[in-house]
């Protein structure tokens, strides 16, 4: 049971959350002291079932990965070069360089993930694109398109295309774009103030014109299209006008917001990051406005489905194709994880079709998700599972919870209050500020460690 | 069946709308005779009204006399809001031959006067009115027509409709990447119904792959009852012209032929738009064992059409 | 008359009632003109797209090239085999002229 079951103040009652058994129940002080000392009383059968569940071996604790390494999809960064200058972006795309891969290489690369698609008994091909922004490669990207589709009708299996994108470039675009691809994030900040202060092109006009008509055109299209919202101080108090409007105009698959991470242009732009505990309720308001409409919020780390040691592409055998050939665990330029002292290189692809992986560096990355001590008694270790290894979980990080802890922890336990039918308390709670604090704040969730129940 | 549309005047503005027209136009007492004589030339026994709102048009009681003095049987597609005249005339009907289909507005999408009227005309008709809901967002649920039917003494059944697109897509409209969604919603909406005795119909446009396994099974339908549902209706517009269907009418459509009949027409339409056929509304029509075997016909062509490209490319190779 | 040692082109435009879809393994091309479907597999798909991307010729071939793994003279000879198959099936027509 230990590590297993979570114990959290909710204002004056408590959730247990026990997600290894899948499964979570709204309980009173005295329960919470019945559970933590093994005294339930058989007569109590909802809290007697709930106690022996969780006393029971939870049916499979995620382990980091071991032997072959075992992708779930090929990542390929056709070029890290941008068409736009986002205040906030991390992924060098100022200074990222021209280079384009090679389509050569790019060809290879699909070609030996289909051969291990088919090795493994997969279903699918699947190809993700990131960048800079992927489609300023256009060429390539076209190329590993038709040639994924190829290859994989050639060994029966199901393409699957997933795009990251800035959304600005012309209809013809676009439309291949929603016609060819399964799902498509595209960065879209909301309202045109909003949006083109932080998203402008090189010349520096707004790019809001163009990402709304991409928006349109995928909308209309097969792919499954969600916005990924960068929320900051500026737009944290419009998340619900903002949602409001998407749905209305452009009824996406789903909303994905993420909370600005500080670089220096941000800072030189006047941006920061919003307060975590105005996001916390900001979010489940809007998320709820979005639910309404049949648009799915999304918020990456308080995602519940499958406890995970890692939720981003490190640790999961992730393999991530640089224009130059490099392959590595994230799409972070590296700069971004040698700033942190981490090193995601795994090795190299040739254009001759051969993955050359480091073996001692596939285990290093792969520790890298067993390694968060920050994590080891808060509720969400197995669904946030510490968020971003280079922004978030780092070596050396520091122990007390960041921002980006509390606003998960909010959000996670609104979404288990919420499952439980609890929607008046989460609201309750995301308009008390000291009963947030006392939750988001606490340093161990465990249950075993749970003190305040007592008495 | 054929439906003729006798107006395209409507009292309300439903975002969904596919029958919308700039030119006001009412069916006059010849035209509509011409196309009774068409239906009966068709050996059809039921007549379908459609709008707009038909019963807005000045002559609809005479509409409806004449219907049942030639031996039709008479089925009204209304909003519900209706005329007095239109709601006696319906009310002294004979109940086994004149029938009403209600499409009823989700809650919150109407003014509460329209609620009202919608209610009182229901209340009124009582057995001879059947729910009708169009699907046009992935929230819509059919979940508050038991309460209707229960409530009003209706008819026990629920016909449910997908919101189909112009081809000009200028109406709201269900996308097909939604059928999925919506089946999985009216696959857990069937249980409900069938424990209070209320039979499903699904009008054309449902496909068999976007209900989960085993419903179209549990619920007595075969994959073909559904996915052949998209065929030439024969809409006759207030002008007297014949389309094919209404999601299709700017494409194509004929004058009521003096003597030919429905099936000549349908034959027609369908080898108009056969080239249109092997098209389906998902990427994966082309490989289904379904459309393979003739159970299914790719969905709505309509909506198959939203997925087509064209490019007028030219291209010069060396030549030898 | 063309010009003394002029390139001798063809040009092949789209056939005017010529419309497609994309589908799961490949196009799948629908002419009203004689109400014929014509699926393409791979790499004739690739093919077919490439052209109504507004690609070059030689765009075409040097991506063709990428996607099916052929030389230079293979590739061509694809192109020009898989185009003149297009003219005869009515879903593209042919030009001749010099450059």
Partial sequence: ??????????????????????????????????????????????????????????????????????????????????????????????????????????????????????????????????????????????????????????????????????????EDCARFIGDYFEAVVLSFDGFPQVHDRRRSAVNGRGSFEAVARTARILSQSPAELCFRVCVADDNVDHLAETVSWFCRQFQPAAIDFETLQPTSGAEEAGLRPPDPYRFAAQFHSAGRIASDQGVRPSYAAALRETPRTSFCPVGNDTLILS???????????????????????????????????????????????????????????????????????????????????????????????????????????LDDRSAMEALALRTSDALEDCEEADG | MANISITNACNRDCSYCFARSPAPRNMTIPEFERSLDFVQRSGMDQVRLLGGEPTLHPDFPRF?????????????????????????????????????????????????????????????????ATLGLNIYAPTVRPDFLLGLIRDLGLSPCIRLGLAHCRVDQTNRFLHPRYYRVVGQGLAGFAGAARAEGVALEFDCGFVPCMFPPGFLDTAGITASDIGLRCSPLLDVLPDSRVVCCYPLASLHCEPIPEHHDAAWMRNRFEARFSWLRPAGIFRECAGCGLRASGQCAGGCLAAAMGRLRRAPFAVSLPNG | MGRPGAEKLATYRCAPHVSWTVERNG???????????????YPQAALWELLSRGNSYRQVVSKMRAIALLSAEATERFIADTMESWVEAGLLLREDRDG
């Fill in chain 1, 1 to 170: 049971m230990a590590g297993s079951v979570f114990v959290i103040p909710v204002l004056d009652r408590w959730l247990v959350y026990a997600p290894l058994h899948h499964a979570s129940a709204l309980v009173n002080r005295a329960a919470v002291c019945r559970l933590s000392e093994d005294r339930v009383q058989p007569e109590q059968e909802d809290l007697a079932s709930l106690s022996s569940l969780i006393r029971s071996e939870p049916p499979g604790v995620p382990q980091p990965r071991e032997g072959l390494v075992s992708p779930q999809f090929l990542g390929l960064i056709p070029t890290r070069a941008c068409n736009l200058r986002c205040v906030y972006c991390g992924f060098g795309a100022a200074d990222g360089g021209c280079e384009v891969m090679d389509m050569a290489l790019a060809v290879a690369a699909v070609d030996w993930m289909a051969a291990d698609a088919q090795r493994r008994g997969r279903a699918t091909l699947d190809v993700h694109f990131f960048g800079g922004e992927p489609f300023f490669a256009r060429d390539v990207v076209e190329v590993v398109v038709h040639r994924t589709r190829a290859v994989a009708a050639e060994k029966g299996l199901v393409p699957r295309l997933e795009a990251a994108t800035n959304g600005v470039y012309d």
């Fill in chain 1, 323 to 429: 224009p130059e050939g490099r392959v590595s665990a994230c799409y972070l330029p590296k700069q971004e994880w040698q700033a942190r002292g981490l090193d995601l290189e795994m090795g190299r692809f040739t254009v001759q079709g051969a993955m050359e992986l480091d073996r001692r560096a596939i285990e290093r990355v792969r520790s890298l998700a067993a390694a968060k001590p920050r994590c080891a008694k808060c509720f969400c270790r197995w669904s946030c599972a510490g968020g971003c290894h280079v922004n978030q979980s780092f070596p050396g990080c520091p122990q007390a919870y960041n921002d980006f802890c509390i606003q998960t922890r909010l959000i996670t336990a609104c979404s288990l209050l919420a499952e439980l039918g609890a929607d008046s308390l989460a609201d309750r709670l």
């Fill in chain 3, 27 to 41: 196009l799948l091309l629908l002419n009203a003109g004689n109400a014929k479907a014509c699926p393409l597999g």
């Fill in chain 2, 64 to 128: 409806v006399d004449s219907v049942l003095s030639r031996g039709l049987r008479l089925l009204i597609f209304s909003n519900g809001l209706m005329p007095e005249p239109a709601v006696r005339c319906l009310e002294s009907a004979p109940a086994d031959r004149a029938a009403v289909l209600i499409n009823v507005a989700v809650p919150g999408e109407c003014r509460p006067e329209e609620d009202l009227g919608q209610r009182s005309t229901l209340r009124r008709l009582g057995r001879r």
